[in-house]
């Protein structure tokens, strides 16, 4: 059994660091309490991504990156490796766990994607409450928004000649996820993200979509993205890092060459978690900072894996 979850690649100053590693192995906890209670990997990456949507530090339902004119509009997605069935929402205004919603997407729909006020109307159907907008909206994504102004200044400042951290607000981009495999050997992923700070109402990011956002096949591991969701989108990041790790010599290869293939081919910056079976977990990123923590049951260690910066990796028994 492994989990692996992702904070979003962004980056944060000092004081943020703390908050974002604490909020990183809170969920891959309480995740991996649930694959070692028997649960499947769906529920330990739904159980994961969900406690993220309560953390304000991330980027998703509490929390989340606002648009220009001020309002939260989540997306997100599971999928489960075994059946290949997928659930997401995009556009959300009144869900503060857009994870859930997309389960029931999966489990209780014909369908893979609803948007909007269609997502809000089937959540009432299967009983999940509606929340006010104001109540997702947190002071960190006010500044955001005041600090950044437009998307594309949100997208300029996780280029590589921009990576000094100056400012006293938390940082771009923050989306969540977490991918797993569990006993039974099944793999499944969950994104979920309020998107990025500016970005124009009724704009769709990558998380939602299949292949961009996340991806997961018991045949060959699962994924969760995060970063410029318009690159990811046009590079199909999570399904190319699965294809990619058929020539690599190991997932993290896989994950390396495939953020470094979207930063040439289209300019992009982000970052990938990624398991797959008989693999050491693969996580890259080629903004300054991604915060990320796994557990492993095969560890000899017994503790949980995590870092924040470019080659860093630091344990803690738990
Ligand atoms: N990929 C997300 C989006 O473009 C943002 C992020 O990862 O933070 O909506």
Known sequence: MIIVVHGGAAKCNEQLIALKLAGVKRAVKEGYDSLANGSTALDAVERAVSCMENDPIMNCGYGSSLTD?????????????QTLKSGAVAGVQHI???ISLSRAVMDRSDHCLFIGSGAEQFAQEVGIELVTNESLIHEFAQK?????????????DDKPENQVIESESPKEHDTVGSVAIDQYGNCAVATSTGGITGKRVGRVGDSPIIGAGGYADNSCGAVSTTGHGEAIMRTCLSRHIMYELISSVSLQDAVDKSLQMMAKRVDGYGGAIAVAPNQKPGIGFTTPMM????????????CIHYGIRVDEHLTQNF
């Open 291 to 302: 915060s990320w923590a796994y557990i492993d049951s095969n560890d000899s260690q017994q």
């Open 144 to 156: 955001r928004l005041k600090e950044y102004k437009t998307f594309a200044r949100t997208i300029d």
């Open 69 to 81: 004119a001020g309002t939260v509009e989540c997306d997100a997605i599971i999928m489960d490796g």
């Open 96 to 98: 503060l766990h857009p």
